[in-house]
């Protein structure tokens, strides 16, 4: 067998390559689906409850699985393949989009159904979540492109948050949220068919790569083997602290905007939905603004700089907020001849900077993580990463879902801005030992 390595295009990015492109376009498809889902049943639970600690506990419970067993994620792939991994959780996934319409539908829907359904939806995730960034990474044949990838894939999910909210927002005016899931488990169809399509990088392994698979580990090896690597590597652990401390400061903030729409823009029923699924769409639209700047940006900006800026918006954009949904705020904003329409024009504004740091730091991040980390330790690597993002979301979502409830939307958000803050300090000093690497060139074997 004779070791080759395979042309791949050295202009543009990974979107030159045809597998990645297929596979990216199917992706983005089905997770506008997702977060058309999302929106909707967000919007569903507030609307049934009226509580901003039950519409976060929905929230959370999509992510908890993911918080308790992330690591089985990167197991799996291992164990399995990361495409027969990706089949089952399209598959699964699909079928309960389906299940959660029907309910709908037949009127059977509830808040212990709806709990029930996104605890089935979460732990889904902890397997598809790594397996789709890492299968995504592995279609890339140019490792030029791999921050291009990886900045891509980011926008892909982000550009989603923005499409996806605002489409749901145009349909919940007309129909059911029923339909809205019905649609979500349409869009899964063009992934599964894009998954036999592709055929990612075959990594052409090392002589101690070979070696070391000789002493095969066992599942609880494996898991403990990745920690043991990560932990040994200062700039990796770092950085999924700091993943932790992104997802419950700052990703975890959108999961009370319903509550937003309500009490400070006094705003219900489908006006509600509508307005909701705006605030949550300028976070989206932050979001995809700031994968266009990794991939198509100048790529001479270092990974450093760009998740010092991401930390800088993310602790300018929380404050704001509290600000404006306090009384002080829209007292003096009054004073200024300024009523809603412009609070919630400056809203948006906040909105946006928030999605545009937060996926700066968490797409920045991921990238350096895949670089350094070997073609073995790649998938836990990006398990664990998720991991720590995962936790930080729940705990976060929850608490934050609390507060509103106990102490004021303005008081929770406040909290939240000066956390954010204190974050960002401490990363900017520890941010500049981090030493960046390119990955070296993929190879497949012929």
């Not at 202009?11 to 297929?22: C, F, H, N, Q």
């Not at 904003?333 to 809603?340: A, I």
Request: net charge positive.
């Amino acid at each position: 067998m004779q070791t080759i390595e395979r042309p791949v295009s050295r202009r543009g990015t990974a979107l030159s390559e045809k597998d990645y492109r297929i596979f990216f376009s199917a992706q983005l498809i089905s997770a506008c689906g997702t977060f058309l889902q999302g929106t909707a049943l967000s919007w569903l639970v507030y609307d049934l409850t009226h509580s901003g600690t039950k519409t976060t506990i929905i929230s959370a419970l999509n992510i908890l699985p993911m918080a308790i067993a992330a690591p089985l994620g990167g197991l799996a792939l291992e164990f399995f393949g990361k495409r027969n991994v990706l089949y089952v959780t399209q598959v699964v996934a699909m079928l309960l989009a389906f299940l959660l319409a029907v309910l709908t539908f037949y009127g059977e829907i509830s808040f212990l159904g709806i709990a029930i359904l996104s605890g089935c939806n979460g732990l889904v995730t902890v397997f598809d979540a790594p397996g789709r960034a890492s299968f995504m990474t592995d279609l890339i044949k140019n490792p030029k492109h791999l921050r291009s990838g990886v900045g891509l894939n980011s926008s892909m999910m982000t550009a989603s948050q923005a499409v996806g909210p605002m489409f749901a927002g145009f349909l919940l005016m007309f129909v059911s949220p029923g339909a809205t899931f019905l649609i979500n488990g349409i869009t899964f169809i063009p992934a599964i068919i894009a998954l036999g399509v592709v055929e990612p990088v075959v990594h052409v392994k090392t002589e101690s790569e070979l070696k070391s698979e000789e002493k095969k580990e066992g599942p609880l090896e494996m898991i403990l083997n990745g920690l043991k690597w990560v932990a040994s590597h200062k700039d990796i652990l770092f950085l999924i602290a700091l993943s932790f401390f992104t997802g419950f400061l700052v990703r975890s903030y959108p999961s009370i905007l319903p509550k937003m729409a309500d009490v400070l823009y006094h705003k219900t029923g489908r006006e509600g939905v509508k307005l909701f699924s705006y605030l949550l769409a300028a976070t989206g639209v932050g979001a995809a603004c700031a994968g266009l700047l990794i991939t198509y940006g100048p790529q001479n900006i270092s990974h450093k700089r760009l998740i010092r800026t991401g930390l800088v918006l993310t602790s300018l954009s929380l404050p704001g907020l509290g600000f404006l949904s306090s009384a002080t705020g829209i007292s003096i904003l009054s004073s200024l001849g300024w009523g809603l329409p412009q609070n919630l024009c400056l809203a948006l504004g906040l909105l946006f900077v928030n999605g545009f740091g937060f996926t700066i730091v968490v797409s920045v991040g991921s990238a350096i993580i895949q670089a350094k980390a070997t073609s073995k330790m790649r998938g836990r690597a990006v398990s664990i990463f998720y991991w720590g993002l995962s936790i930080g979301l729940a705990l976060g979502s929850m608490l934050i879902g609390w507060l509103t409830d106990h102490v004021g939307l303005s008081q929770a958000t406040y909290s939240y801005g000066i956390g954010v803050t204190v974050v960002a300090i401490i990363a900017m000093v520890f941010i500049g030992h981090i030493q960046e690497e390119t990955p070296a060139p993929a190879q497949t074997t012929a």
